[in-house]
């Protein structure tokens, strides 16, 4: 069992930046990757950057050169860095990390979610 918790989540202006992280807990041992995702209203949920044991950080196309995920193993937390937020990136971020990675991050354990709001 692994627990998540993200915290970093709130409202800014287009062009702004917000860092979201997430810690770990429980079998931290079992960690081989750990994940974003996000989910739109309506949508399914979708990965927006990950770390995987072995592997460079991968990330989806939209937010290529604006985000940057970082794991701090020490700490066991994940970041993500946010820069020129766009009104299309509003969505609740997830927290995602177990010891076998699937797109749908459904072999690991979620956090419980945070809402990132782009708007002026």
């Known amino acids: 069992q692994v627990q998540l918790v993200e915290s970093g989540g709130g409202l800014v202006q287009p062009g702004g930046s917000l860092r979201l992280s997430c810690a770990a807990s429980g079998s931290i041992v079992s960690i081989n990757y750990m994940a974003w995702y996000r989910q739109f209203p309506g949508k399914q949920r979708e990965l927006v950057a990950a770390?995987?044991?072995?592997?460079?950080?991968v990330y989806v196309d939209s937010v290529k050169g604006r985000f940057t995920i970082s794991r701090d193993n020490a700490k066991n937390t994940v970041n993500l860095q946010m820069n020129s937020l766009k009104p299309e990136d509003t969505a609740v971020y997830y927290c995602?990390?177990?010891?076998?990675?699937?797109?749908?991050?459904?072999?690991?354990?979620w956090g419980q979610g945070t809402q990132v709001t782009v708007s002026s």
């Open positions: 995602n990390a177990g010891p076998s990675y699937h797109p749908l991050g459904k072999l690991g354990s």
């Open positions: 770390i995987i044991t072995g592997t460079s950080p």
